[in-house]
């Protein structure tokens, strides 16, 4: 049979692959208008010479193999073509460090606006250059030329190359179809490609898509640190139906299945309230499950392996991660198997001891976390984790939002009106703590116009030359913090520390003399008033031989009683600025009340709810010992 090419001439041809290449023009309709065949009109392309005029027609002993039952035409070799992945590559590229930048900015400010900004962001302009880039990678790799792909989706694409062999061509345009898809929608996996793929880690990657949990933007910024690895507790104060729940049993359910043979507890002050937990976890792995076997015909996949309701109930997941659900009734029975992941519920509820003792050393040995979930409920342990979130202390986080902060509420009008009317039928007190998180001292602070005295976004001061400041400093013994106060002549507390030995570069007594001279130098060799309780006299009299200004102070009931009677007077008098900054002070302040007042002496017991009062102790010396008047020859008069 005579070939049909050979009627045409080397220009002649040049001129077909021209046409070929031009951009209104696919190599199927040049094929039929000239009647030549596919493979024929590929090989000229594959050795055409765009720097000649001349074409160098090469005819293969073989013609290329042409895959049958497939879903598009043809399979045969890529043509030249520009490469794309770097392209596609240095888009997501961009996009990911613009994600990188928002989330940046939401750590650094309180502004919601941002965070709307962060959820509203589409990226559909990325998303079309991206996916017109795979496309264009896609012809190349079928042989098609300028074939329009615009009504082609990337499931179809996905779905060609996942029932193709293997490539490292195939491979790579499958991996940053993935990586569109996510940036599509950042909480989902390409399902095409998930759906294609039978491990069930992959299948379950992101649970969110089957539950459909929308964080508000207070539950966001516990989600976005839930990964710190600096972090080890999350204290999560907040207001009744504020959605703390709801958050911590998607943390943890996320936790269970991301680490495979994962041990996890959800403890609660009762069974009751851990019977209502657990209902609600098992609805959401059977929703997870439901939704992973709708209109499927293969075998069920299982996403709960086996639940247990008695003595204490408990699921086991796919991946061999339980989720036990415990009762603080007994504390006794929470000693045992190391904890990876835990959420202590209504936590202010529960005794301090019970988590000091039982519950902490479960997370020792495999370093697990623990999230720490409760409307407040005085002044106790819960108040005092809370603060050192506050406070910044390593390894703590603290997060804080009122029942009206639940934005994600059905009927959100309905949600402010009955806590208005809670406000009506009850204490100021009880709604202060129910409603809107408020730790509500259950003794009540004695220092009544506290916040009066609090020095909005103050700042410490620098010493100034020539002015005269007094310290205050409480000996920290044991675990407690050695805390220096320093207030200038108008009673303002212009700067504060605290440390302990162990921590801080602090070793030992001679580091601790160090750092209070230091303070007492930088600040022109200011009085220093110390505690000299407990035997510590001797530590006043090395103080007094490095030439420091020092004042003893012991405590007794009824002196401490006279200095802290004097600080209420000052601060119900406005006497004393304190600025904002100096967190630690305020908040042992705000703890500080009447304890006991059944003493045999008779006497008033003054100590903190909390757990610390050694900034309270400071204030008090430093109070002392800083003048109320100023005499006609500039003599203090104390």
């Given at each position: 049979m005579k070939d049909k090419t050979s009627q045409y001439s080397d220009k002649e041809k040049l001129s077909i692959v021209r046409e070929c290449l031009a951009k209104d023009r696919s190599i199927k309709h040049i094929s039929k208008k000239y009647d030549i065949p596919i493979t024929i009109l590929q090989l000229?392309?594959?050795?055409?010479?765009?720097?000649?005029?001349?074409?160098?027609?090469?005819?293969p002993d073989k013609l290329p193999t042409i895959k049958k039952n497939h879903v598009h035409e043809t399979v045969i070799k890529p043509i030249e073509v520009e490469d794309h992945r770097s392209d596609i590559q240095e888009i997501i590229n961009k996009e990911i460090l613009l994600e990188h930048k928002i989330e940046k900015e939401l750590r650094l400010s309180n502004e919601k606006e941002i965070f709307e900004k962060y959820l509203e962001k589409t990226n559909e302009n990325i998303i079309k250059t991206a996916t017109r880039v795979i496309k264009n990678k896609h012809n190349a790799l079928t042989g098609k030329i300028n074939v329009s792909t615009s009504k082609k989706s990337l499931v179809e694409i996905s779905d060609y190359y996942l029932n193709s062999d293997v490539t490292k061509d195939?491979?790579?345009?499958?991996?940053?179809?993935?990586?569109?898809?996510?940036?599509?929608?950042r909480n989902r996996v390409d399902e095409l490609i998930v759906h294609n793929t039978h491990n069930k880690n992959e299948l379950f990657r992101d649970i969110?898509?089957?539950?459909?949990?929308?964080?508000?933007?207070?539950?966001?910024?516990?989600?976005?640190?839930?990964?710190?690895?600096?972090?080890?507790?999350?204290?999560?104060?907040?207001?009744?139906?504020s959605g703390k729940t709801i958050l911590s049993q998607y943390i943890l359910l996320q936790k269970a299945n991301e680490?495979?043979?994962?041990?996890?507890w959800w403890v609660t002050p009762t069974y009751d309230i851990g019977k209502r937990v657990f209902l609600s976890i098992r609805e959401w792995c059977n929703k997870i499950e439901k939704s992973i076997n709708s209109n499927k015909d293969t075998a069920k996949i299982k996403f709960i392996e086996k639940i247990a309701e008695f003595p204490m109930p408990v699921i086991e997941l796919y991946n061999g991660s339980r989720i036990h659900i415990m009762s603080?009734?007994?504390?006794?029975?929470?000693?045992?198997?190391?904890?990876?992941?835990?959420?202590?519920?209504?936590?202010?509820?529960?005794?301090?001891i019970v988590w000091e003792q039982y519950l902490h050393p479960t997370l020792m040995d495999k370093r697990g976390k623990c999230i720490f979930i409760s409307t407040p409920k005085g002044l106790n342990y819960f108040y005092d984790l809370y603060r050192r979130g506050e406070n910044k202390e390593k390894g703590y986080k603290s997060y804080h939002f009122t029942t009206l902060d639940n934005d994600m509420m059905i009927n959100t009008d309905e949600i402010k009106?009955?806590?208005?009317?809670?406000?009506?039928?009850?204490?100021?007190?009880?709604?202060?703590?129910?409603?809107?998180?408020?730790?509500?001292?259950?003794?009540?602070?004695?220092?009544?116009?506290?916040?009066?005295?609090?020095?909005?976004?103050?700042?410490?001061l620098k010493p100034v030359a020539n002015l005269d400041y007094f310290v205050g400093v409480d000996l920290g013994k044991d675990q407690n913090y050695t805390f220096i106060v320093v207030m200038n002549r108008d009673r303002r507390v212009v700067y504060t520390t605290r440390f302990n030995i162990g921590t801080d570069g602090i070793n030992n007594w001679s580091d601790i003399k160090t750092e209070i001279i230091k303070v007492v130098l930088k600040y022109n060799n200011a009085l220093c008033a110390v505690d000299a309780t407990s035997n510590q006299s001797s530590f006043v009299e090395e103080l007094q031989r490095e030439h420091i200004r020092v004042k003893s102070v012991k405590f007794t009931q009824q002196s401490k009683n006279d200095m802290v009677e004097k600080l209420m007077v000052d601060i119900s008098e406005n006497r004393i600025t304190i600025p904002e900054v100096a967190k630690i002070l305020i908040n042992e302040l705000t703890a500080y009340g009447i304890k006991d007042t059944s003493s045999s002496s008779g006497?008033?017991?003054?100590?903190?709810?909390?757990?610390?009062?050694?900034?309270?102790?400071?204030?008090?010396?430093?109070?002392?010992?800083?003048?109320?008047?100023?005499?006609?020859?500039?003599?203090?008069?104390?």
């Open positions: 000229w392309l594959n050795n055409a010479n765009s720097n000649s005029q001349t074409l160098k027609i090469v005819k195939t491979k790579e345009i499958l991996d940053l179809i993935a990586k569109v898809n996510q940036l599509h929608n969110n898509k089957y539950i459909g949990f929308k964080p508000h933007y207070h539950q966001y910024k516990v989600l976005s640190d839930i990964d710190d690895k600096k972090t080890k507790f999350f204290v999560v104060c907040a207001g009744r139906r680490k495979p043979n994962s041990i996890l603080a009734v007994r504390p006794e029975g929470l000693q045992g198997e190391g904890v990876d992941f835990m959420v202590i519920d209504e936590a202010a509820s529960i005794k301090g009106n009955d806590v208005e009317q809670y406000k009506r039928d009850h204490p100021e007190s009880l709604y202060k703590q129910e409603m809107l998180a408020e730790f509500v001292s259950e003794y009540g602070s004695i220092f009544k116009n506290l916040m009066e005295c609090v020095l909005k976004n103050g700042v410490y006497l008033l017991k003054y100590q903190t709810s909390g757990k610390h009062d050694d900034g309270v102790d400071a204030l008090l010396m430093c109070n002392v010992i800083t003048p109320n008047v100023v005499n006609f020859y500039g003599n203090y008069i104390v």
